[in-house]
């Protein structure tokens, strides 16, 4: 028996926004797992382990996946239709088992996803792909055949290096690196026609790494959204929206400034069309942009630059005749006056109209 009605909270949550849902389906239930007493695992001990009826070679029944994945496909057919394939199995707090293993759960639940909901979608397993020890992970379960039994090639896009040292910040232009390694391995493949999700991603643990300064947190949301757009990753899915981890508002769901940025690009950003991506010259960040009507745009940062207690250093940025005034990420709309405009570690966005 399931107790579906946490679920159906948040499936009714999501549909009263008109928002789509992904289902991350990991964690093995302590009767079904291979190793009950895996202290070690990060929700719950036997939970990073395999399930107890599939070998390590991928053979076996598998059912008792097959039971569950069968059940919440079901249940919830037509209001999911996104399902991710466990979560950050590169890690051993979150997966101890064989790369076949976890190949062939996903071919399972490829399959019995499928039959249940034609336009069901099935994402690869969420890891990152950054550094050559996630890269492992991946070229492990792209040889063991995973590849052809996903949709949807999703990563979680953390630019952070381990282990977290305080006051060393991630740099959200390095999501550039996932996405050629995970490109480089489809072709591999003879899958590059899947595309690439990012659904897991922020600058990380803010206590950990020391990232409290507001006005830095809104410049890494607007950055990290800037390239994710300019790598051709489909979608982003920010991590998370409160709490100590990439927060974009309080307890009380005030937007702090990273949410405010996050307002902001999204103003920015949707109908338009990026017509040349995110490069750098030096420290200096662009990337254009267009719309019907001749307006043109340009998201424009430099690393180099940073704030602090409430304060952000800046230089100057020559720009042509064609910019009229240019849009911070708080909203101000300030005239272009002269060929010289104040730029730092925060995008702002010309605009020519």
């Known amino acids: 028996m399931y107790d579906w009605k946490a679920l159906d909270n948040w499936i009714a949550a999501a549909?009263?926004?008109?928002?789509?849902?992904?289902?991350?389906?990991?964690?093995?239930?302590?009767?079904?797992?291979?190793?009950?007493?895996?202290?070690?695992?990060?929700?719950?001990?036997?939970?990073?382990?395999?399930?107890?009826?599939?070998?390590?070679?991928?053979?076996?029944?598998?059912?008792?996946?097959?039971?569950?994945?069968?059940?919440?496909?079901?249940?919830?057919?037509?209001?999911?239709?996104?399902?991710?394939?466990?979560?950050?199995?590169?890690?051993?707090?979150?997966?101890?088992?064989?790369?076949?293993?976890?190949?062939?759960?996903?071919?399972?639940?490829?399959?019995?996803?499928?039959?249940i909901d034609a336009n069901a979608k099935i994402l690869a397993p969420g890891n990152g792909a950054l550094t050559p020890f996630q890269m492992k992970w991946w070229s492990s379960f792209a040889a063991a055949g995973g590849l052809k039994y996903v949709d949807i090639i999703s990563f979680h896009g953390y630019t952070n290096y381990y282990p977290l040292v305080c006051n060393v910040y991630p740099e959200p232009e390095l999501v550039s690196i996932h996405a050629k390694n995970l490109r480089t391995l489809l072709a591999a493949y003879g899958?590059?026609?899947?595309?690439?999700?990012?659904?897991?991603?922020?600058?990380?643990?803010?206590?950990?790494?020391?990232?409290?300064?507001?006005?830095?947190?809104?410049?890494?949301?607007?950055?990290?959204?800037?390239?994710?757009?300019?790598?051709?990753?489909?979608?982003?899915?920010?991590?998370?929206?409160?709490?100590?981890?990439?927060?974009?508002?309080?307890?009380?769901?005030?937007?702090?400034?990273?949410?405010?940025?996050?307002?902001?690009?999204?103003?920015?950003?949707?109908?338009?069309?990026?017509?040349?991506?995110?490069?750098?010259?030096?420290?200096?960040?662009a990337c254009n942009f267009s719309r019907p009507g001749g307006y043109v745009a340009r998201a424009v940062w430099d690393t180099s630059q940073t704030c602090s207690n409430g304060t952000c250093t800046s230089i100057g940025y020559k720009i042509g005749t064609q910019w009229k005034h240019y849009r911070t990420l708080t909203g101000r709309l300030v005239t272009v006056s002269g060929t010289m405009v104040p730029i730092g570690i925060r995008p702002i966005l010309l605009e020519n109209q």
């Not at 929700?43 to 107890?52: D, E, F, T």
């Not at 809104?218 to 300019?230: N, Q």
């Not at 990273?258 to 690009?265: E, H, I, P, T």
Request: with cysteine.
């Open 15 to 115: 549909q009263s926004k008109n928002a789509d849902l992904i289902l991350t389906m990991a964690g093995t239930p302590a009767w079904a797992s291979s190793n009950r007493n895996d202290a070690n695992c990060r929700y719950g001990s036997a939970g990073c382990a395999p399930p107890n009826d599939l070998n390590s070679d991928g053979t076996g029944t598998d059912q008792h996946w097959k039971n569950f994945v069968t059940a919440v496909a079901k249940h919830a057919a037509g209001r999911i239709r996104f399902w991710e394939i466990w979560n950050e199995p590169g890690w051993t707090i979150h997966w101890t088992g064989t790369a076949a293993q976890l190949v062939r759960m996903t071919q399972d639940a490829y399959a019995i996803i499928h039959s």
């Open 191 to 285: 899958q590059s026609s899947k595309p690439l999700w990012d659904t897991e991603g922020s600058w990380g643990s803010t206590p950990r790494i020391c990232l409290t300064d507001s006005n830095l947190q809104a410049a890494w949301v607007a950055r990290s959204f800037l390239m994710h757009w300019s790598q051709y990753v489909r979608r982003f899915y920010w991590y998370s929206w409160e709490g100590d981890t990439g927060a974009l508002a309080n307890a009380s769901n005030t937007l702090l400034k990273s949410g405010v940025a996050y307002q902001q690009l999204r103003q920015w950003l949707i109908g338009a069309t990026m017509t040349t991506s995110c490069s750098a010259v030096g420290t200096t960040w």
